[in-house]
């Protein structure tokens, strides 16, 4: 069992920036951000694969934020600058124990094996 520990969480204005970081107790091979905001759905973020480093951004954060992850330390950064309110979510890091290429499969959320806890962003305008 991994467990995700997420942090960097936090308020700013809009326009501003933060960085999450997300730790794995082992390895795995996709890592990924969603986020939900209040009375909505969990909607996919962000992911990287831990071999190839391929990435997949949703459209609404595309050109804004950076993912990156640190292999040797099974660790994941969010660098979000430009922040919107409309950003303003809970955010959750997730894992897959098993690789995928598929955009499809990779930004559904049921096809994640651990969840962190989730850390609050709140942009204000």
């Known amino acids: 069992q991994v467990q995700l520990v997420e942090s960097g969480g936090g308020l700013v204005q809009a326009g501003g920036s933060l960085r999450l970081s997300c730790a794995a107790s082992?390895?795995?091979?996709?890592m990924a951000w969603f986020r939900q905001a209040p009375g909505k759905e969990r909607q996919f973020v962000v992911s990287?694969?831990?071999?190839?480093?391929?990435?997949y951004y949703a459209d609404s954060v595309k050109g804004r934020w950076t993912i990156s992850r640190n292999n040797a330390e099974n660790t994941m950064y969010l660098q979000m600058n430009s922040l919107k309110p409309e950003d303003t979510a809970v955010y959750y890091c997730?894992?897959?124990?098993?690789?995928?290429?598929?955009?499809?499969?990779?930004?559904?959320?049921?096809?994640?094996?651990?969840w962190g806890q989730g850390t609050q962003v709140t942009v204000s305008s």
């Open positions: 997730a894992a897959r124990a098993a690789y995928s290429s598929s955009y499809t499969f990779i930004t559904n959320r049921a096809n994640y094996d651990y």
């Open positions: 990287i694969s831990q071999s190839t480093r391929t990435t």
């Open positions: 082992g390895r795995t091979f996709i």
